[in-house]
């Protein structure tokens, strides 16, 4: 059976990969084809996308990867510290470009 369209979002947006969503989104499948015991309905695609938001989310957690939330404040350190060499680069091309202003 096709995964869904937006499988590969999903996936990117939980930090796992392509594959392990598709054996997921299987898991997922088996799992609503034995609650509802129909294949096609509404309720069983509701079951399904129920339980592959739960897998996923057992599987973050399980990974330890850090939160959205975490990440933002891990990027916003990360820029901090690139902060001062900015500035050193900066001042050496405005210090070079008065030298060659003055030697002209």
């Keep these: ?3 869904p369209m937006i499988l590969p979002w ?3 947006k939980a930090g796992i990969s ?4 598709e054996e997921l989104w299987r898991e997922a499948l ?3 084809t034995d609650s509802t015991g129909w294949v096609g309905t509404s309720d069983y695609w509701e079951a399904a996308e129920a339980h592959l938001h739960k897998l996923i989310e057992r599987e ?3 990974n330890c ?3 959205p939330e975490l990440s933002g404040w891990v990027r916003l350190q990360s820029r901090m510290a690139h902060l001062p060499l900015l500035l050193a ?3 050496s091309i405005a210090w070079v470009r008065l030298l060659s202003a003055k030697a002209l």
């Excluded at 392509?18 to 969503?21: G, L, M």
Aim: hydrophobic share 45%; glycine share 0%.
């Design 65 to 67: 990867l850090p939160t």
């Design 1 to 3: 059976m096709n995964s």
């Design 89 to 91: 680069e900066s001042w």
């Design 60 to 62: 973050i957690s399980a």
């Design 30 to 32: 088996c799992h609503a």
């Design 18 to 21: 392509e594959a392990r969503a």
């Design 10 to 12: 999903i996936a990117h």
